[in-house]
């Protein structure tokens, strides 16, 4: 019973252009969305978050959009560049410090 | 500051033997969070702790699970007896404000 999903475990896409990365999540408490990026042996870093309030939010050439009604959000990456390769997790907490974890989309940038 | 910093890196060891790991938080950050990583579930949380006292262990999977934070500066994980599915990534995370900062986590293998 994953209440947060990521149904696409791998994306490849090639330099310069979109990346859009998604997530689906099944608790209408949850009110604050982030996602984390992985690179191997390393543990996750913040990327970019987005409280229920908003619909997008953007951060350099990374934005979050939320669609609640639907309960999806994702992530475009814009343009991609190799570095860009890496899991990326979806997260989603209710007001609580417990943060619910997707199970991750593997991103690989071509160059 | 160093971030957060776990030990050992790597763990290779048989059934039934007992496994600690450690973790070290980042210094002024309150709140402690021990995840596990694992392909088909992604990042489980397994439990928190805010301000040494454990808040919530509703993930750990079961009694051989045990956590503990004797201080500010210092918990651990430990599982006894180990099991081969309790191989996994293993990620220790501090949190200030809505930001949660993850060491580089520990490989257990359990053979």
């Known amino acids: 019973d994953q209440q947060v999903k990521q149904n696409s475990p791998s994306l490849s896409v090639q330099e310069g252009r979109i990346s859009i990365l998604n997530c689906d999540y099944t608790?209408?408490?949850?009110?604050?969305f982030l996602w984390y990026k992985k690179y191997p042996a390393e543990g996750p870093t913040f990327l970019i978050s987005?409280?229920?309030?908003?619909d997008k939010n953007e951060d350099g050439r990374f934005t979050v959009f939320l669609n609640k009604s639907a309960k999806h959000l994702s992530l475009h990456i814009v343009p991609s560049q190799p570095g860009d390769s890496a899991v990326y997790f979806c997260a989603a907490t209710s007001g609580t410090y417990k943060y619910i974890f997707g199970t991750g989309t593997r991103l690989k940038v071509l160059a | 500051d160093a971030g957060v910093i776990q030990s050992p890196r790597h763990e290779v060891t048989e059934m039934g033997q007992e496994v600690t790991l450690r973790c070290k938080p980042i210094s002024g950050h309150d709140y402690l969070f021990w995840y596990r990583q694992t392909m088909m579930r992604g990042l489980e949380l397994l439990i928190y702790?805010?301000?040494?006292?454990?808040?919530?262990d509703s993930g750990m999977p079961e009694d051989r699970f045990s956590a503990k934070m004797p201080n500010a500066s210092f918990s651990t994980l430990k599982i006894q007896p180990s099991e081969p599915r309790d191989s996994a990534v293993y990620f220790c995370?501090?949190?200030?404000?809505?930001?949660?900062?993850f060491g580089p986590g520990t490989r257990l293998t359990v053979l």
């Open positions: 987005i409280s229920s309030i908003k």
């Open positions: 608790n209408s408490m949850f009110d604050y």
């Open positions: 702790f805010n301000n040494n006292v454990p808040i919530d």
């Open positions: 995370a501090s949190r200030y404000n809505h930001e949660q900062f």
